[in-house]
């Protein structure tokens, strides 16, 4: 091979930092490499990286490979060790070209390979500018990046330490340069997006950002917001559901549980009557809002009557995309310490769980069958409406913007009819 490859897994974030490792690296002039920005929220993930890792060696015997992200953060004796890697770089030392001139030479030690710093002596998120976001016609933008939360089942924060935010005018410029490239949908994200500006002179809110941006870059069409924590949500992003049309109505929920014992011994800020609250709430400012949102099944301790009331909150909450994780204890955490359900049963649950988030997805698309949506055609052959349901659109090219009809739908995505089209 030649020039700089990247395997990308887990985020938004992270497939923002891809754009921003590969520039860095091909400014420093690396070529032959194979970079692989990994993930640590779950054990599966940090599996499926070194598989990925191995199979980049055999697919690419002579390249240099190399891993960073999160797993790469909290486990990086474990990269380290294994033989297809060449070097392990920390979460900081990825976003600069200065990292990628200076990597150690093939052969060296485990010890040797690392270039990883203590992610928590980092204060400040530098601001980074990059021109587009390779196969995405939906454009990201880092606002944030770490927490100060510490969620008892949760590694990220070891990853990418606590929170700091990115300056409004850098943010800002980011997103005029992205709309001069042709995006005209942008993705705002972070680890904990919600705390956005606590950081910040005068604390600016995530909200009072979004405002800001949709005010003073008029070429963003269409502006969505990646996961939230719906107890941190602002007056400003309120109003920005009930009257701006180019805020989009779809907010994906960091909710992992719908029983209070649970919430509590998870260290949640919310319990379920808030998300509830806040989930009605913004249906009575935007009836058309869909929400989305992360579920944990078989967390320690949890009963059969504790897992029920997480699955009649995705039905009390209307959520339509249910991404549901077995819970998976991580190293260092202090769920990993509490009693462990059985592995057979987590599994079982996270199973029964999806089963209710396909119920709740197919009656979500059948209320679509029939109404007139505005889609964004993606590389694939698919869209997603305002509302971020996808349908099928192999027939119109990627980013087009159209008005269509919806027609039916499969359980899985919807089928329409186009009315109108024109390039974003």
């Known amino acids: 091979m030649s020039g700089v490859e990247v395997i990308t897994f887990g985020c938004r974030l992270n497939t923002y930092e891809s754009e921003v490792m590969r520039a ?23 599996r499926q990286a070194r598989s990925a890792i191995r199979r980049a060696r055999r697919e690419n015997p002579h390249a240099r490979i190399i891993v960073t992200g999160c797993a790469a953060q909290t486990e990086k004796e474990t990269f380290a060790e294994m033989p297809e890697v060449d070097a392990v770089l920390g979460n900081e030392e990825k976003l600069k070209s200065a990292s990628y001139r200076s990597l150690p030479d093939f052969g060296v ?29 939906r454009a990201f933008i880092q606002v944030q990046n770490g927490c100060d939360h510490r969620c008892t089942f949760c590694v990220i924060p070891y990853g990418r330490g606590n929170s700091r ?10 997103a005029r340069k992205l709309t001069e490239n042709g995006y005209r949908e942008i993705v705002l994200t972070g680890v904990d997006a919600t705390s956005y500006g606590a950081d910040l002179p005068g604390e600016p809110s ?3 950002l979004a405002k800001t941006l949709l005010k003073q870059v008029p070429d963003i069409l269409r502006l969505r917001l990646s996961s939230i924590d719906s107890i941190e949500v602002d007056r400003h992003l309120l109003d920005l559901i009930a009257d701006e049309p180019r805020f989009m109505p779809h907010l994906h929920l960091s909710l992992q549980h719908g029983d209070d014992m649970i919430l509590k011994r998870m260290k949640r800020r919310h319990m379920r009557a808030d998300a509830v609250a806040f989930c ?3 249906r009575a400012l935007r009836p058309d809002m869909a929400f989305g949102a992360d579920m944990i099944a078989g967390f320690p ?12 909150l995705a ?11 077995p819970y998976s204890p991580r190293p260092g955490t202090p769920a990993a310490r509490m009693p462990q359900l059985d592995r057979g049963l987590i599994k079982q649950r996270a199973a029964r769980l999806r089963q209710r988030g396909e119920a709740l997805r197919d009656a979500h698309l059948t209320d679509m069958v029939g109404t007139t949506q505005t889609i964004l055609v993606e590389n694939n052959g698919f869209a997603h409406t305002d509302n971020f349901t996808l349908v099928a659109a192999a027939d119109l090219a990627p980013r087009t913007l159209a008005q269509v009809v919806i027609t039916g739908h499969n359980g899985k995505h919807l089928s329409m009819q186009c009315l109108a089209a024109h390039a974003a």
């Not at 935010?165 to 980011?174: K, N």
């Not at 301790?301 to 009649?312: D, I, P, R």
């Open 206 to 208: 995530l909200g009072y």
């Open 315 to 325: 039905e009390e909450c209307g959520i339509s995309n249910l991404h549901v994780f």
């Open 301 to 312: 301790t949890e009963t059969e009557e504790m897992f029920e009331n997480a699955a009649t």
């Open 109 to 137: 030690s485990a010890e040797e390979k690392l270039r990883v710093n203590d992610i928590m002596s980092v204060r400040a998120t530098a601001p980074q500018m990059i021109k587009h976001i390779d196969g995405h016609v």
């Open 280 to 282: 009605h709430q913004v």
């Open 165 to 174: 935010s990115v300056p409004m005018g850098a943010v800002v410029d980011q």
């Open 24 to 46: 860095e690296a091909e400014k420093a002039g690396l070529n032959n490499a194979v970079l692989v920005n990994t993930c640590a929220v779950t054990g599966e993930a940090v």
